[in-house]
């Protein structure tokens, strides 16, 4: 209970830390900000809108980041600078010969989401990144102290070359049709399903909860993924996230939530896991009365893995196949409607591999030796009860080949106990 006190206090510290920092001292916070993330969410509200998405320029990355050291050096916070410096020259500058152009600015702000929701509920904002003349954007996020304050500044420039809106229709895109926003799934296991075109090596990547989950190939238009290893209950957001055959930054996300998942925290099955040891093994069986669902198990200690020899969730293992050291039995259950679990048990006290003078030896080699040993000990009892009896000396030719049948036999014995 200390320890657990002790945790809690600490964790209701760093909050409040947290906080105090944010209000009083936001420079010295990480931003999670990412010119990436903002193009994907633009492009994301301009393809709802059947406008093209933009495609990602270094020349007005540049001159974003151009504009951004041009207010932290002279101290303004305007689209329009002190001696009348204008966003287009910090455009042509770069290179960029522009036909049409735009610029979002924003400061303060920690998150993308938060940017880019800023953006979208102001309209001239809104109105940039909705804009169908433009078909190129570039970001620049940069930390500075601005008018007294240490901030974050974001400067998104917008462009396009052409003397013509792009046109819309066939353009680069990618979306999520199964999950839908929403939905309420009855298992941890689903499939994904979606559309994506004209995407860079027809590949897009999938994010739950903003983690990595894999990399789909998308064909004829269209992309499938299964999930074979089930997620926990709860609300999950999975992304997916492409880039464009000319440098557009594609996503879509949709945010759904999942019952009955038989994935469980591995503490919980833990209990239902019953170790027991053997003379000479140790079994590992599964207890609990829902061992019916079960379609598989499988052990793995160290490098080594093992399964049932029958249709019961009970695995013996060998003590001698038992690594000198280990400290947890890694278990995976699989269950008939496809799901699985993988979780870990911690070796009890009682078990240990075979003795270090026995270490290596397997369970044939044991009765072998034993067998011999047993021979040998009947040999030397049988030697003395014929010296005291006297038979030795009056039968000599049948005791030798009594003897000589006698080792030979050990001596087979001795060639089956290396060759086991």
């Not at 198990?297 to 009970?314: L, T």
């Not at 270090?356 to 011999?372: C, D, L, N």
Request: proline share 4%; glycine share 6%; hydrophobic share 40%.
């Amino acid at each position: 209970m200390p320890l657990q006190r002790a945790t809690y206090a600490l964790l209701v510290l760093s909050y409040v830390v947290t906080i105090i920092v944010r209000i009083g001292f936001p420079f010295l916070l990480a931003s999670d900000i990412s010119s990436r993330v903002l193009v994907e969410l633009a492009n994301q509200s301009r393809v709802s809108q059947n406008a093209p998405p933009l495609k990602y320029n270094k020349k007005l990355e540049q001159a974003a980041y151009k504009k951004a050291e041009d207010m932290l050096k002279k101290q303004y916070w305007s689209h329009f600078g002190p001696n009348q410096e204008s966003p287009w020259q910090f455009i042509t500058a770069e290179g960029y010969s522009y036909a049409y152009a735009g610029e979002n600015l924003a400061k303060g702000f920690f998150e993308s989401d938060a940017v880019h929701q800023a953006w979208m509920n102001s309209q001239a904002h809104k109105d940039n990144i909705m804009d169908p003349s433009f078909d190129e954007v570039g970001i620049a996020i940069v930390k500075g102290r601005l008018l007294g304050s240490d901030v974050f500044l974001v400067v998104q420039m917008f462009g396009n070359t052409a003397f013509r809106a792009p046109e819309a229709g066939n353009f680069p895109r990618v979306q999520i049709t199964y999950p839908e926003a929403g939905d309420t799934l009855a298992s941890g296991v689903f499939t994904v399903r979606g559309n994506g075109s004209l995407l860079e090596n027809n590949q897009l990547e999938l994010l739950v909860n903003d983690e990595y989950l894999a990399s789909v190939n998308v064909n004829d238009d269209t992309f499938e993924y299964n999930s074979n290893a089930p997620f926990s209950n709860g609300t999950i957001s999975l992304t997916a996230r492409a880039v464009g055959i000319h440098q557009e930054y594609l996503a879509d996300k949709v945010t759904f939530t999942i019952e009955n998942s038989k994935r469980h925290n591995g503490k919980d099955l833990a209990g239902c896991i019953v170790i027991n040891k053997e003379v000479f093994s140790v079994t590992v069986e599964y207890a609990c009365s829902d061992k019916d669902t079960l379609a598989d198990m499988k052990v793995q200690v160290a490098s080594m893995s093992f399964v049932p020899q029958s249709g019961e969730p009970k695995i013996s293992i060998p003590l001698s196949s038992l690594p000198e050291t280990f400290s947890t039995f890694d278990i995976t259950l699989s269950y008939r409607d496809g799901e699985s679990n993988y979780f870990k048990v911690q070796k009890p006290d009682t078990i240990q591999s075979m003795p270090a003078q026995i270490q290596g030896i397997s369970t044939g080699q044991i009765i072998i030796w034993s067998s011999v040993a047993l021979t040998i000990l009947a040999l030397a009892v049988s030697i003395f009860m014929m010296v005291k009896k006297g038979i030795f000396m009056t039968h000599k030719r049948q005791v030798a080949l009594v003897l000589i049948g006698i080792v030979f036999l050990v001596g087979i014995s001795l060639i089956g106990v290396v060759n086991v």
